[in-house]
């Protein structure tokens, strides 16, 4: 009748099936999805509630339970991107007032201080230059200065390719009475994590990098210290999203007392997250941490073979699955890295940060990690500088 009469045709939406080009994502993420995991969230629906959708996120805590190596009972997904997990962990781990130590030679140092600080947080850092890690040394000497209640580290530092090592830190932290918070986004199941044997109290990562999912999850674990942490508060968590006293009752954290409803389940997401555990489950932690090393070396056998070489100037930093190389004098990067999706859909991002206009990044990750993948990354090179009429000294 007259509401039909009334409608506006001028904001008519899209119409038509979605048609998407197939492209090649070896940039910092996200990376392509495993076929299994994309058929996986074309499932039927469950309801959020129902015992067989409440199974699946059984299943989940504890395929997280293996990707992290813990034997904690504390694993869900946060629903939301790599984001979502650094902010619930945050803001359930830091109290107004407390004194949070981060590590910053990057973006995400940098921006997790800027979260703790909208938290309430006293913040303190501990930086090195770009494309360096923080030594065990820096980091005692910060801890045993500042006091923190909790540090926080980011393993893979994606917009630098530095890989920081977390020998000795989580003792550290125990010995200090700090919680030790690592964010591995960009590194989890491409390269070795042992958070019960290492003393990581908390970790979060995202399902678009070496776990082969599409964005949209970001797998979390909170490690006894850090759970004794998040009941003691004296203040409530200030987002009633992140509550984990509240989402952490709906992923069964608190059985037997029964799971209730926070927010709707992300059901398809959460799908993909279980086939991506299923695989990771199948392949072995190993095997994984294998292959994301041997797609590294063949992808550093052939870009020195071009004249290229690392931004990351000490070996035992570098970041297998974000690789950071610099972009040599009078080359265009950008012209490059157009070259590269144009001729061969293949995607090789610039720098961010303190790396913007300095490097490429090269994603090795999940289903990317495979020796076809980089011998293709290597022909985008190959081509893309010699269009520009690169010779290497
Ligand atoms: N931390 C690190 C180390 C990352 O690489 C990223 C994503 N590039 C994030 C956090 C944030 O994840 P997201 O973009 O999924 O929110």
Redesign the pocket.
Known sequence: GEAAAAVDDAHRGPAGVLEIPQRFLMG??PANAHPRILAAQSLPLLGHMHPPFLAIMDEIRQGLRYLFQTSSNYTLLAS?????G?EMALANLVEPGDTVLVGVNGI?GARAADMAERLGGKVVTVEVPAGRSISLQQLTEAVEKHSPALLFL?Q???STGVLQSLAGVGELCRARGALLLV?T??ALGGVPFLADAWGVDAVYT?S??CLSAP?GA?PLMLGPRAVARLRGRTTKVVSYNWDLNLVGNYWGWDEPAPRTYHHTGMVSMWYAVREALALVAEEGLPAMWARHAAAHAQLWEGLRALGLEPFVEDPKDRLTT?NTIKVPEGVDWSALSRHAMERYSVEISGGLGPTAGKVWRVGLMGYNARPANVELVLAAFRSGLALQGYRPA
Request: net charge negative; hydrophobic share 30%.
């Open positions: 910092p993420g939301g991107t790599g984001h979502a650094m995400w980011t893979g530092e994606s964010d986004v960009a995202g678009q990098k964005p970001a974000v």
